[in-house]
């Protein structure tokens, strides 16, 4: 019961945003209370399923180039002929995390103008930290006696490495990017400034109208979107440890 509950609470939560999502005017009641002087109630320029898709659009393109680049870093400086670049590496990783996003932004529209392109590159700087930290953790801490075993059958590095190092490092990487994954869908929304087709419109449109309904309904949104990737990765990173107990023992 203690497990069923949760559950099944997040099966409506996640049916609810859907709806919300899709049908924005079934909820109309629901958010007039917060809206003075008749604005309207449920954000009305543009398609919230658009701007949704559009944002998680923007979030896993960033993502994923974020991933390439993270864990190629790490497998570089985990070989004994990239060992030397690993300060280099960690200084280039942690660009994104010493600067706000908001400033990233700024530098990067007189280089590549407005729109998505900015907003991709302070997502991507932003993400890499935890993913490279992470794989290299992962890649570091490997049981030694399953990395000699696998050196003793035969293997060749690149055999070792896909085969042993990696998915051995795959529920520490999984955690890496879940948390890059949750920064960049809540860090997209300032991507609307620089006309980035984001959910941050909707914010943005509630703060310039003093409209609260709008800005509650893009911060609900985002939210309800960063809990259930959150949980979904979670769960993916639980089937991936078990798997590597079952693979170690």
């Known amino acids: ?68 680049v993270a864990i190629s870093l790490a497998i570089l400086v985990t070989r004994p002929f990239g060992a030397e670049f690993l300060p280099l590496s960690r200084s280039l990783v942690n660009i994104g995390q010493t600067f706000p996003p908001v400033a990233v932004l700024a530098l990067a529209v007189p ?25 290299l953790t992962g890649l570091t801490t490997l049981p030694a006696n399953v990395v000699e075993a696998a ?7 690149r055999q070792k490495l896909l085969r042993v190092e990696l998915p051995l490092s795959l529920p520490v ?26 959910l941050g419109e909707v ?13 509650v309904q893009g911060g609900l949104i985002v939210a309800g979107l960063a809990v259930f990737i959150y949980d979904g990765l979670m769960a993916l990173e639980r089937v991936a440890a078990r798997r590597m107990g079952q693979t170690v023992s």
Do not use: C, D
Request: charged fraction near 10%; aromatic fraction near 8%.
């Open 203 to 215: 914010i943005i449109a509630g703060l310039i109208s003093n409209n609260l309904a709008f800005v």
């Open 111 to 135: 280089a590549v103008g407005f729109g998505e392109k900015p907003t991709l590159i302070a997502l991507f700087l932003y993400g890499l930290l935890p993913i490279f930290e992470n794989a």
């Open 1 to 68: 019961m203690k497990v069923f509950l949760p559950a099944a609470l997040r099966i409506v939560l996640l049916v609810l945003l859907v709806a919300f999502i899709v049908y924005p005017g079934w909820f109309e009641p629901l958010f007039k209370p917060l809206t003075e002087n008749n604005a309207p109630a449920i954000y009305n320029q543009g398609s919230l399923l658009s701007l949704t898709l559009q944002h998680l659009g923007t979030v896993a393109v960033a993502t994923i180039a974020a991933i390439v």
């Open 173 to 198: 990487i999984l955690a890496g990017i879940r948390l890059s994954v949750v920064i960049s869908l809540a860090t997209a929304t300032i991507g609307s400034t620089v006309a980035a087709k984001t």
């Open 151 to 157: 050196r003793g059958a035969g293997m060749t590095n």
